[in-house]
């Protein structure tokens, strides 16, 4: 599995697609991605600040990923989720990286963050659940 193979299949995802999410690294337990900003994910028109919906779905897609990148008939279906949203996140590219903390037969937990300038200074975390079938 290669970033460019993940790729290729985001395409067939509309909301993937809508969120405009560029995987960079993968790997069976972690991958990292980039969301482009544009004016369909404000949240804050004064300020032009990310929707934190947007800031959790763009995590639940790394996370998604993560667990299943070859998109398999059956995709991961989440079932519960912990965002916890620490600073705002500001026009320009959006980065974060999903952790695979553990995954077992039925059941995956993933780990997200997401940062804009440095990974020091994340703009949120999360923790997702997803239900294997």
């Known amino acids: 599995m290669t970033p460019e193979s993940v790729n290729s ?12 999410i560029s995987v960079l690294t993968i790997d069976e337990m972690h991958a990292e991605a ?21 800031i959790a779905s763009f995590m639940e897609a790394m996370a998604a990923i993560v667990v299943k990148p070859e998109f398999d ?6 079932i519960n989720l912990t965002v916890d949203y620490l600073r705002p996140a500001m026009k320009g590219p959006l980065k974060g990286r999903a952790t695979v903390t553990r995954k077992g037969k039925r059941m995956a937990s993933v780990w997200t963050v997401s940062w804009q300038e440095s ?4 703009v949120a975390e999360g923790l997702y659940h997803f239900l294997l079938v």
């Open 73 to 78: 008939p059956l995709p991961a279906k989440p």
């Open 119 to 122: 990974e020091t200074q994340p």
């Open 9 to 20: 299949h985001i395409g067939r995802v509309p909301f993937f697609r809508f969120l405009a």
């Open 34 to 54: 980039e969301m482009a900003f544009s004016p369909r994910v404000i949240g804050n028109p004064q300020k032009e600040y990310y929707h934190g919906g947007i």
